[in-house]
């Protein structure tokens, strides 16, 4: 069974930095796709950042340049570094794994990101 386990999350002022940890075990994390998501309240779940197994990233623009994606394969983990965190970050943070051998995306069960103004 796949089990992705977020951490790092918690409360943060205006300017701070954060890192999220996803663990992921019961699947090949090595050749997986993961991502990280979040959702705000009111609105719908964006992407945040992408990373392939071969470790190309992408951001949402609003991310760029401030948060940091990365894996871990020896770890089975994936990270998000967030720096210079902005009140509208506030949101709980998910992340997802593609097994992109049988097309299944499995998620996290978030973890909540709050920054003060």
């Known amino acids: 069974q796949v089990q992705l386990v977020e951490s790092g999350g918690g409360l943060v002022q205006a300017g701070g930095s954060l890192k999220l940890s996803c663990a992921v075990s019961?699947?090949?994390?090595?050749?997986?796709?993961m991502a990280w998501y979040r959702q705000a309240p009111g609105k719908q779940r964006e992407l945040v950042a992408a990373i392939t197994s071969g470790g190309n990233t992408n951001y949402a623009n609003s991310v760029k340049g401030r948060f940091t994606i990365s894996r871990d394969n020896a770890k089975n983990t994936m990270y998000l570094q967030m720096n210079s965190l902005k009140p509208e970050d506030t949101a709980v943070y998910y992340c997802k794994s593609t097994d992109g051998r049988i097309y299944i995306d499995y998620w996290g069960q978030g973890t909540q990101v709050t920054v003060s103004s």
């Open positions: 019961g699947s090949i994390f090595r050749i997986n796709a």
